[in-house]
């Protein structure tokens, strides 16, 4: 599903959310990055249309967000994780997605009841489909959250923070799950862990304080750091010119990945960098790029 | 499809919405049979028993309404589904207007049937309990709308109530004798009713309407405090 958004604002008050947002997604798993506060849960949600625009464009599949009937006609093909997901304590998973199925309009109950079973055993809940969701680990319940996005086989795939509290196992399941989901959908993953972009998607971008500091390739946001990306090892005190990107301790001293325009140190060696040093050398830079 | 969405709507609606109504007639009718067999009267009985219909009755409809407005664990989700939140509050409020017509009847015509008179008779009745239910539910929704807040709308909510029933001859006055939510059981249902329970349903659809107004605009419900 083709995503166009031409300078988006989105304004709180007093508070700048979005300000001037031009994105293009075509397909496939899109990442965007940023800090907490960069405005990525506004976009998303603005996406989603739970919110309005206050100014600009937004067109989803060629359905314009800023009329009733574009946001309704977006929503019948849409799975939306939002970052807070607060389930029903009192239902079990399959009675809460037959009730989200129910909304979505999936009207037919054999129908329904036959996707909330698949979906159950898609996302590995079969064995508790009757248990309470109050029970429920972080982990299980992001797995329910993914469930009820996918209810109606959804085109457009949005996911706000989704791997945010989980233990290590359990986000590497669910990072290949939304990557085996990417197939034919577009899926919108928002995150601010830079390792899940790395992970499953091909194009990303970057938002910083409402703004998009870089849209494009994953491989060109890492391409950023090329040049940049030192590797220092010590037993000393670390380096202080340049971010600290990684620091590891092992028997001949720390080893320290340092990001920095020029060698931290005269012993600095250069290295490849990692997408995450791309992101922090953007970060860095502070020059936004073009956009496109 | 219809019934099992309502049967939802039930559920998320609380168990408060079916039960609130019928627990605050139940024990207003214990009081009063309470009062009959201690030998206090027949009257003071009677008394007793329009009050909870009147007064009662509408105070637990709108507390139990503000919480259906307010309480919501999953509102970003609902608000992304193609079924208006709207429509979804409207059907739990449906679920509560039901429990309430259901339990306030049967009080009703148990209360008839037992001897007492309840208001002016026949469907006429249903002016007692409906117009002020109406009216006070739909306040108690317009409020918790806007403010979001349980506490100041359950708190707002009590305060017109006790008002009402401290400075009832003030409410009594033409001026505000369309806002006065008990004059059946203060004043009678003699002449001036009929115009007090068609102001207070009038008010009740306008601020039904202001509710429905304020719930139709998804940022009056989410903004960027509540992430």
Not at chain 1, 8 to 18: K, S
Not at chain 2, 196 to 203: F, Q, T
Request: proline share 5%; hydrophobic share 50%.
């Amino acid at each position: 599903m083709h995503i166009e958004i031409a300078d988006l604002r989105r304004r709180f008050g007093r508070v700048t959310a979005l300000d001037g947002v031009d994105l293009t997604v075509s397909g496939g798993m899109f990442g965007l990055l940023g800090t907490n506060g960069a405005g990525k849960t506004t976009l998303m949600r603005i996406l989603a249309g739970v919110l309005p625009a206050t100014s600009g464009r937004v067109v989803v599949g060629g359905n314009d967000l800023s009329t009733r009937g574009g946001r309704v006609a977006v929503q019948r093909r849409l799975g939306y994780l939002p970052q807070e997901l607060g389930l029903y304590p009192d239902l079990t998973p399959t009675e809460f997605l037959d009730y989200v199925g129910l909304l979505k309009g999936l009207d037919d109950r054999a129908a329904r009841r036959g996707q909330v079973g698949d979906l159950l055993d898609l996302v590995g809940l079969s064995d508790v489909a009757g248990r309470k969701l109050k029970g429920f680990s972080g982990g299980m319940r992001r797995r329910v959250g993914i469930a009820q996005a996918l209810l109606g086989d959804p085109t457009l795939l949005i996911v706000d923070e989704p791997t945010v509290g989980l233990d290590p196992e359990e986000r590497i399941r669910f990072r290949t799950l939304l990557s085996s989901l990417a197939g034919a959908r577009t899926v919108l993953l928002s995150t601010h862990i830079v390792e899940d972009v790395a992970q499953t998607c091909r194009q990303t971008a970057v938002l910083a304080a409402g703004r998009v500091l870089f849209t494009g390739q994953v491989t060109d946001l890492t391409a950023r750091a090329e040049g940049v990306t030192w590797e220092i090892v010590t037993a000393g005190s670390p380096p202080t010119d340049g971010v600290v990107v990684s620091a590891i301790a092992r028997t001949d001293g720390t080893h320290y990945r340092v990001v920095s325009p020029r060698p931290p140190s005269p012993d600095a060696i250069p290295v490849s960098p990692s997408l995450e040093e791309g992101y922090v050398a953007l970060m860095r830079s502070a020059t936004p790029l073009p956009v496109g | 499809m219809r019934l099992t969405i309502w049967l939802h709507e039930a559920r998320r609606a609380g168990p408060a919405a079916l039960l609130a109504p019928p627990a605050a007639l139940l024990l207003t009718a214990a009081i009063a049979m309470f009062i009959q067999l201690s030998g206090a009267g027949h009257e003071r009985a009677e008394r007793l028993l329009l009050a909870g219909l009147e007064a009662v009755a509408p105070l637990s409809v709108a507390m139990v309404a503000l919480t259906i407005v307010v309480r919501e664990t999953c509102r970003e989700l609902h608000l992304s589904l193609p079924t208006l939140h709207l429509a979804t509050i409207g059907r739990r409020l449906g679920v509560l207007g039901a429990s309430t017509a259901a339990c306030c009847l049967i009080y009703a015509a148990g209360a008839w049937l037992a001897g007492y008179r309840l208001g002016p008779g026949g469907a006429a009745t249903l002016l007692v309990w409906a117009a002020p239910a109406l009216w006070l539910a739909a306040f108690a929704a317009l409020v918790a709308a806007v403010t979001r807040s349980a506490v100041l709308t359950s708190s707002l909510v009590a305060l017109i109530w006790l008002a009402e029933q401290i400075w009832a001859t003030v409410f009594v006055t033409p001026a505000l004798r369309p806002l006065f939510l008990f004059f059946t059981s203060r004043v009678g249902d003699g002449p001036g009713w009929a115009a007090n329970r068609i102001g207070l349903l009038a008010g009740g659809l306008v601020l039904l309407a202001a509710t429905a107004a304020v719930l139709h605009r998804p940022e009056r419900l989410l903004t960027e405090e509540d992430a």
